[in-house]
């Protein structure tokens, strides 16, 4: 077909970058967009923007492919803990664009029992108001590649009041937390980890701590 070698940046919930072979499109680059239909964040610091991100991490973590949520510039106001999927990639704008931002006293990641995850790109604000930043408890179903958690790079958390990054429970999980920064915490712990069976690798490279504790 003389179409064949064309891309297309698809925005309904199917989403992501599409190629036509020639006799079928074929999506090359899995990517939800939470600003786009149907899932329409604003990112306007104003607008609670809970169910918005949730309906497009789910829609990424039923996607049957590893597939990208992307954050466009902006500061995304949640009310509710945001239950993260396995299998899916959290990107933001670079230069910590965008901003995940707390209204109340809550987990504003909650990745537990998430594999093959990977965060970048965001900035987490608890706003002196949410408790815990991320929560990758009970994670053990094995070891490798398939269990992995990669947090960074440029995954900066500020303000939360008890713990920035939370691991209990966990076993068998390769967990990598590289070139992010964590400062504001009321309670002073960045990294709380405890209950860990093994073998469990959980790796830190590169990271700042402003007035934080790893515990």
């Not at 991100?53 to 500061?75: D, M, S």
């Not at 070891?143 to 440029?154: C, E, H, R, S, V």
């Amino acid at each position: 077909s003389q179409n064949a070698g064309n891309i297309a940046r698809v925005t309904d919930v199917q989403g992501g970058i599409w190629m036509d072979s020639g006799t079928q499109w074929t999506k090359i680059f899995p990517m939800v967009n939470v600003k786009d239909a149907p899932f329409n964040a604003k990112g306007d610091n104003a607008t609670d923007d809970t169910a918005a991100i949730q309906a497009a991490l789910n829609a990424a973590g039923n996607a049957g492919a590893k597939t990208t949520v992307f954050f466009p510039a902006g500061t995304y106001l949640i009310s509710t803990a945001l239950t993260i999927p396995s299998n899916i990639n959290i990107v933001g704008a670079h230069n910590y664009g965008s901003v995940i931002k707390a209204t109340a006293a809550i987990t504003m990641f909650n990745g537990q029992d998430a594999v093959q995850l990977n965060v970048r790109d965001i900035l987490l604000q608890g706003n002196a108001t949410a408790t815990v930043g991320m929560d990758f408890s009970n994670t053990a179903i094995g070891i490798g590649a398939d269990t992995k958690i990669d947090i960074g790079p440029n995954v900066h958390i500020q303000g939360t009041t008890l713990i920035a990054i939370k691991m209990t429970n966990c076993g068998g999980t390769d967990t990598r937390i590289h070139h992010s920064l964590f400062d504001g915490l009321t309670s002073g712990i960045a990294i709380s980890w405890s209950n860990i069976g093994g073998p469990t690798f959980i790796d830190f490279v590169g990271c700042g701590s402003a007035g934080g504790n790893f515990d």
